[in-house]
């Protein structure tokens, strides 16, 4: 039996699954919502986003499921781009209180990612500084309140790399969720992709053969 995809954590597949949980059905894990398989935070995305997408909308997620495993790796800088991707992608529809926290998000992770060694073959921080300065300028007020408040404020690496981007990824996830636009599923559906592949780009890693596994996903929902 294939598990359905629905909100929250289940026992077992016979009770359904959550989107991190297919992905440990997938990869031969252990059944759990935290498999080994995937990076701690990307996870944490695709957890928020699965219970926070209508039960009309999950089932697009459900062909993403593949794209994960196997996307791991312990270089820091990955919770700092994947954080600020979803704060990115939600600053310019989410309500002011919430831009104010991711606003002041990325101004802390621009800092922190020009102050790391850059000694890394993984990750070009170049490229996401400039999508940083276009969602910033998306939200003029929440910028200024950010640069105002991150001028006061000592931003410890470790403490931001453990929290803040769990706080960060949480806050935009439930912002698009609630915010005032058309289609918020969709729009969660595509920061998840985008998530993933800067993952794939950043962790180096092929998605050849994937697509077997997402026909039998879509072919499994739809029935």
């Not at 294939?2 to 297919?22: D, I, N, T």
């Not at 499921?65 to 919770?79: A, E, H, K, Q």
């Amino acid at each position: 039996m294939v598990p359905v995809l629905s909100r929250g954590k289940h026992r077992s597949p016979r009770k359904g699954a959550c989107f991190m949980e297919y992905a440990s059905f997938l990869a031969g894990e252990q059944w759990s919502d935290h498999p080994r398989c995937t990076h701690p935070l990307l996870a944490g995305v695709a957890r928020d986003i699965n219970d926070h997408t209508s039960d009309a909308g999950r089932s697009r997620l459900a062909p993403l499921i593949p794209s994960v495993v196997g996307l791991n790796g312990d270089d820091p800088r990955v919770d700092i781009g994947i954080a600020a991707r979803c704060a990115m992608v939600a600053l310019p529809v989410v309500a002011e209180p919430r831009q104010r926290a991711l606003a002041t998000g990325l101004l802390g992770a621009r800092r922190i990612l020009t102050s790391l060694d850059e000694q890394s073959s993984i990750f070009d921080a170049g490229n996401l500084f400039d999508d940083v300065d276009l969602a910033l300028s998306s939200a003029p007020h929440a910028m200024r309140w950010a640069e105002d408040f991150i001028r006061r404020v000592q931003i410890d690496p470790k403490t931001f790399g453990r929290h803040s981007t769990r706080s960060m990824v949480h806050v935009a996830v439930t912002g698009i969720s609630e915010a005032c636009i058309p289609d918020p599923d969709s729009m969660l559906h595509d920061l998840l992709k985008a998530v993933i592949d800067d993952c794939t780009l950043w962790f180096g890693v092929s998605t050849v053969g994937s697509g077997v596994v997402e026909r039998q996903l879509t072919d499994s929902e739809r029935r």
